[in-house]
């Protein structure tokens, strides 16, 4: 098994501009999780999903974050627009039935200048 | 709303020397209990699990963890720890049994083992 597929794996970019993050659960896992990791905040759960439907949106930042998971197979974290602020390892995990271990992914270090 | 407290910041310590993490989690309701590492650069893993039965659990790497519901603790041990264990350690809890998915995760303990 392939494990947790992240994309990119470092994105660095300006301000203002729009970012996407891409991942890819474990297949037959039906949970799909996001999360932001800073120094300063620690890890924090952003969004997730259960049979592709957003379950709970509370920990996102704001309005410029938004995530869809249009299959079982694919989730997108986007940022329009991007700031410094933002900047931090995004990961996403995927679990099978929900409450179960969480398997994480590689993670995607995103730097907003 | 669940909160999972970990004890210790950062915890130095030498090879072979025993390690304990603590944690603590304010909850009424029945948990699945976790410890995850993550090591320098590396995405989160799980360490061990409980979701019921014995209440001491093994995991991976001679890691070990005791769930006292009285205390709503879950520690972590490591009776001799290696220079390869130095990564940052994660307590993490769930409702057992409801359709709240999520994972509350503990600030993390930074471990830092001397060679």
């Known amino acids: 098994d392939a494990g947790v597929i992240q994309s990119p794996r470092h994105e660095v970019t300006e301000m203002g501009q729009e970012v996407t993050l891409r991942c890819k659960p474990i297949s037959g896992h039906n949970s799909l999780f996001w999360y932001r990791q800073t120094m300063m905040r620690g890890l924090e759960l952003l969004i997730y999903?259960?049979?592709?439907?957003?379950?709970?949106d509370s920990g996102m930042p704001e309005d410029r974050f938004s995530a869809k998971m249009p299959n079982a197979s694919f989730s997108t974290l986007k940022i329009q627009p991007s700031e410094p602020r933002d900047s931090a390892v995004y990961f996403c995990?995927?679990?099978?039935?929900?409450?179960?271990?969480?398997?994480f992914g590689p993670g995607t270090r995103l730097t907003v200048t | 709303a669940q909160s999972v407290s970990q004890h210790n910041h950062h915890v130095i310590l030498s090879e072979a020397a025993s390690l304990e993490l603590g944690c603590n989690y304010s909850y009424g309701g029945t948990v699945n209990l976790f410890w995850y590492v993550q090591y320098p650069g590396q995405h989160l893993q799980l360490l061990l699990k409980y979701f019921s039965g014995d209440p001491l659990v093994k995991g991976i790497k001679g890691f070990e963890a005791e769930f006292i519901k009285s205390k709503f603790s879950f520690n972590l041990r490591k009776p001799s720890v290696q220079w390869s264990d130095t990564a940052e350690y994660f307590c993490a809890v769930s409702n057992k049994g409801s359709n709240d998915y999520k994972l509350s995760f503990g600030a993390g303990t930074t471990v830092t083992v001397r060679a």
């Open positions: 995990a995927s679990s099978f039935q929900g409450a179960d271990e969480q398997y």
């Open positions: 999903f259960n049979n592709n439907v957003p379950i709970d």
